[in-house]
Structures are given as structure tokens and as C-alpha cells.
């Protein structure tokens, strides 16, 4: 619990001061506020290319990769209830000169719900959350695999591939009361002191002998269900934050974070997820995006799972309305 107390302090602190900044600013869209439904959704292509010749003595290796990017914001507020909920689904790949098989760069599906009831004179609602998060694509670990022939002997070396994921396996759930602070769209806090999380997999990644005592005593949890299972429940508290500021002129930089503790076991360990989102816009269609995703997840592996994604694209805004109350 020490390191979620350290993890919280180090996080609502800078928030807190970037939001007593610009109060002008603040006050202006505070009084725009419009009540009712509002919709926004984006699609974004990023694409980025390396090529070489056979001559180029530099090093390197030609490559093409392509990822797509797919948001949907939906809001409700009255004097009473805020309600914002949020999806997303990025989804890449990249294939290089000499690589057999194509390889995934991102990938990500993620609807984010939190309901408030406004506490009256305050910044503080009573909430709910809903997360559900998991991968499109069935995921793959490479390797070279020796091809032998009759005596024994290596006669050749081949590229091969292992599924370690599946599609929509893992997913997760979480679902629980808590409570909101929210300053604007732009910058909101939520604690959740008792929220329950599903984790769910596909049985061919757990299905184990269960006549066979060494297949048991060698079996790894696929991020943490056990054998012969396909979920597993954790009780804990969770904390999300979301910080979004155009700290310079067409240049939006947008943060999110959360953080989970498992009351039930190994207490001590929080599982981080945070993502940087730099988007820098040329014009209305065209945009540079920098994403950098931090994850550490005791159930996945020990240690800490870093993704940076740099790409130029095209982007175009649908769905976007607004219905006054």
C-alpha cells in the first residue's frame, strides 16, 4: 500500500498545480458549458516507411508499417449528472525486408465509462466505473527454429512464430462505486475504493492435463487464471486520471492513468497502465502523433512494459453533434 500512496502523491500533485493554472481560461469555458448529449468521434490512419538500397553501407532495414486509430466520445451533463464514456481501438502492424511474418506494433480496444451524481457547491460527484480492455489481435512470439534431417544434423534455419494472446484474451473488467473530482472535460480524478476486476482468457491458453502431476506443478497462470479456468476475479481499489492541455499552439498533449491494488492478494503490488499522447496538427486532416504507454503487470510479467509509437497521418472528425437539454 505504500507504493499506492507514493504513486498517488507523485500523480494528483502536478495535476493539482497545471489546474490552478489559467483561471481566466477556466472561468470562460465554465460559462460554455452546454448541458445535453455531446457526441465527437475521430479516425486517424498513421503510416510510416524506411527504404534501402543494396548499396547503402549506413545499416538498416527497408520497412513499412501502418497503424489506425479510432475514438468515440459520448457525454451527458444536467445540473445533477455528468456521465462521460470513452472508446477506443488502435490497431498496427509492420512488416520488414527479409522478416517472414508480419508483426503487430499496437493494439488495443478499450470503453471507459464513469457516471457522477454532483455533490451540490462542490467539484465532487458520486461515481461509477466501467472499464473493459483488451487486444483485437492474437498476439506472437518470434524465434528461428532449427529444421534437421534424418541423422540429427542442422541443415537449414527457418523463421517460426508462437500465439502467446488471443483475440479479445486477455480482457479485462472492472466495475465499482466510487468518487469523482472533476475540474473540466480536460482534467478529472476518480477513486475507487472498492472495485471488482474480471480478467478473462481463452481456455486453449490454461487447458491443462489434470491427470498429469508434472504438467500441474509446471504450469504458469496466464496472467494470473489458473489452470483450467477462464477467469479470475480480484477485489481492490483503482484510481484513473485524465489530464489533457494545448500547452502550445496546435500541440495537444493528453494523459492517462490507472492505477489498481488487489485487496486479495499480494497487496503490496500495483498494476500500472499510462498512456502520453503528444498530437501535434499540420492542418485539419493532417497530424503527428507521439504515443508513449507504460504498463507493469505482475499477472502478465514481472517487469516494465514500455510501447513508443511515432507516426504521420491522416485524420477526420465524424459524429460530432451536440442535443441541449
Not at 7 to 21: K, R
Not at 224 to 250: C, I, M, P, Q
Not at 285 to 307: F, H, K, M, P, W
Not at 312 to 320: E, H, V
Request: no cysteine; net charge neutral.
Amino acid at each position: 500500500m505504500r507504493a499506492l500512496i507514493l504513486l498517488l502523491t507523485i500523480t494528483i500533485l502536478p495535476l493539482s498545480l497545471f489546474g490552478q493554472e489559467k483561471p481566466k481560461k477556466e472561468k470562460k469555458k465554465k460559462d460554455s458549458i452546454v448541458l445535453g448529449w455531446k457526441s465527437k468521434g475521430m479516425l486517424e490512419a498513421l503510416f510510416n516507411q524506411s527504404a534501402f538500397n543494396d548499396e547503402w553501407q549506413g545499416g538498416g532495414t527497408s520497412n513499412v508499417a501502418g497503424s489506425f486509430n479510432v475514438s468515440q466520445d459520448l457525454n451527458y451533463k444536467s445540473k445533477r449528472v455528468n456521465w462521460d464514456t470513452k472508446g477506443i481501438a488502435n490497431l498496427g502492424f509492420a512488416i520488414a525486408k527479409d522478416q517472414k511474418f508480419v508483426r503487430k506494433t499496437t493494439d488495443r480496444f478499450e470503453i471507459n465509462s464513469i457516471f457522477g451524481s454532483k455533490i451540490p457547491e462542490t467539484k465532487w460527484y458520486y461515481s461509477a466505473i466501467f472499464n473493459f480492455r483488451t487486444q483485437l489481435a492474437p498476439g506472437y512470439e518470434f524465434f528461428n527454429r532449427d529444421v534437421l534431417d534424418e541423422e540429427g544434423e542442422i541443415i537449414e534455419v527457418v523463421q517460426d512464430r508462437r500465439k502467446i494472446t488471443g483475440s479479445f484474451s486477455p480482457a479485462y473488467l472492472q466495475i465499482g462505486p466510487g468518487i469523482l473530482w472533476k475540474e473540466s472535460d480536460d482534467f478529472k480524478i476518480n477513486l475507487a475504493p472498492a472495485t471488482a476486476r474480471y480478467i478473462f482468457v481463452n481456455s486453449r491458453f490454461t487447458n491443462v492435463d489434470e491427470n498429469d502431476p508434472e504438467a500441474l506443478e509446471n504450469y504458469v497462470p496466464f496472467f494470473g487464471v489458473e489452470a483450467n479456468k477462464t477467469v479470475r476475479f480480484e477485489l481492490g481499489a483503482s484510481l484513473s486520471a485524465y489530464y489533457k492541455e494545448e500547452l502550445l499552439k496546435n500541440i495537444i498533449f493528453e494523459n492517462t492513468l490507472n492505477l489498481y491494488s488487489d485487496y486479495l492478494e499480494n497487496t503490496k503490488n500495483v498494476d500500472l497502465d499510462y498512456t502520453l499522447n503528444v498530437a501535434m496538427a499540420v492542418n485539419k486532416y493532417i497530424t503527428t502523433n507521439v504515443a508513449l504507454q507504460l504498463i507493469y503487470d505482475e499477472n502478465a510479467i514481472s517487469g516494465l512494459q514500455v510501447r513508443q509509437v511515432l507516426g504521420l497521418g491522416l485524420k477526420y472528425s465524424f459524429l460530432d453533434w451536440k442535443s441541449q437539454s
